[in-house]
């Protein structure tokens, strides 16, 4: 992707708009009027970019960050098109790294506004192949606002919160008699483990082969350790509670009033009415992990923060420190870094560093020593890669075990009937 000519932001606090011209570094101050007309007033054929917190999603009466109206922005969309200026939106949650790349914590007001453009501007310099996202053009069009599958991924998510949460509300969060995912992956979790390929047992921390398992007295390590008194018990190991999250993707945990175990399927889309959700469909608009995925709630928490991450950590710091067993030590100092560095949290912070030692900072401080090395960073993508791939692969393994495994439930119990 080629570099942007101009790059938007609208600041915190500020009724004003900033624009940074790359190839001059110029800062310049637009009104919300200047903006709008930008699609005449530019160069045709430039490539702007701008917040999609500020320049793709429309004013409404909750809005804090948003300026134009649908009706507004359609028509502007729609303009740098006709005079062909490239128009794409960046995502919110990249622009700490951004700023990390300056060096220097600018929060609020024109300073941090132009630090945040001209942050912006060395992250697409120094990484082209970070993916932004083109405007709705019909975003004006009331049933064009949000496309009717988005929005059954957002109600197919909060689904799967209500799920989660109830799980994680009982008593005993995630021990209950009565949970039918539980009570799934209680009987399929060595067929699982067999199904699975040895990468994504990697990235489960599981034994690879049945000699390791059957050597494996690690209880967080070896799935047949989950398992006490013929029930497995998935507080033992944080990971576990992704495999719940996932299976809660094709399977409720409470049986429906008659009694029967609830398959969970498409119903707000009626071209797949009654099907099970595609694993393309999940890992779009529930399962997501682009840096435009924000309110994932626990469900990608469970997946992307308590597995993953601690996962990739544990990984690296083993790998850098060439270790099969990195301490405590050795994995925060690794968990401390970052693509691009991080600023110490506003209070100030004390880290711990590759050699052992701790290091404090003042608050708002640029941490260099949170920065990837080019080898450190090559090993943080192909896991975060491998990750992902283990997401899929798990995904289509649960779609055709949940079906298989009500199935033969109906059978077991049939002849009570």
């Known amino acids: 992707m080629r570099t942007p000519d101009y790059i938007l932001d609208i600041g915190k606090g500020t009724n004003q708009i900033t624009m940074l011209t790359v190839a001059t570094g110029v800062i310049t101050i637009l009104s919300r009027k200047d903006v ?22 429309p004013r409404s009466k909750k809005s804090r960050s948003q300026y134009y109206y649908a009706k507004e922005l359609g028509p502007w969309y729609r303009a740098f098109k006709a005079r062909n200026i490239l128009f794409r939106l960046t995502p919110e949650k990249l622009t700490p790294r951004a700023n990390a790349l300056t060096k220097i914590f600018k929060d609020k007001g024109p300073e941090g506004d132009a630090n945040d453009v001209r942050g912006w501007a060395l992250l697409l310099q120094t990484h082209p192949e970070i993916c932004l996202k083109s405007p709705n053009l019909e975003i004006d069009q009331e049933d064009k606002v949000v496309s009717p599958v988005r929005l059954e991924g957002w109600m ?15 008593d005993e969060p995630y021990k209950s008699p009565d949970d039918m995912i539980l009570a799934f992956l209680n009987d399929s979790i060595i067929q699982i483990w067999n199904e699975l390929s040895d990468e994504t047992k990697f990235m489960l921390d599981w034994p690879l082969t049945v000699e390791q398992r059957n050597k494996c007295k690690n209880k967080k390590k070896n799935p047949c350790g989950w398992i006490k008194n013929k029930k497995l018990d998935l507080t033992i190991v944080n990971h576990m509670k992704a495999l719940y999250t996932l299976a809660a993707m094709f399977l409720d945990s409470e049986k429906d ?77 690794m968990g401390c870094k970052r693509r691009g560095g991080n600023f110490a949290s506003e209070g100030g912070q004390t880290i711990t560093l590759m050699d052992g030692s701790k290091k404090h900072y003042k608050g708002r401080e640029f941490m260099p020593e949170t920065i990837f090395t080019e080898d450190e960073e090559k090993v943080f993508i192909s896991l975060r890669t491998q990750g992902r791939k283990a997401i899929k692969e798990i995904l289509r393994l649960f779609k055709i075990m949940t079906k298989q495994w009500v199935e033969s439930r109906k059978n077991l119990f049939a002849h009570l009937v």
């Open 156 to 170: 197919y998510r909060q689904e799967t919160g209500w799920i989660l949460n109830g799980c994680r509300s009982h």
């Open 257 to 333: 009033i008659n009694g029967n175990i609830v398959l969970r399927t498409r119903k707000d889309n009626p071209n797949c009415a009654d099907q099970q959700p595609g694993i393309d469909f999940l890992m779009t608009h529930v399962v997501g992990n682009t840096a435009f995925h924000l309110k994932g709630g626990v469900g990608r928490s469970n997946i992307y923060y308590w597995w993953m991450r601690n996962r990739i950590k544990q990984v690296m710091a083993a790998h850098f420190f060439q270790t099969d067993q990195p301490t405590k030590q050795q994995v925060s100092a």
């Open 36 to 57: 709008l007309l930008l699609p005449q007033t530019l160069p045709e054929g430039s490539y702007v970019v701008g917040e999609n917190s500020h320049f793709g999603v």
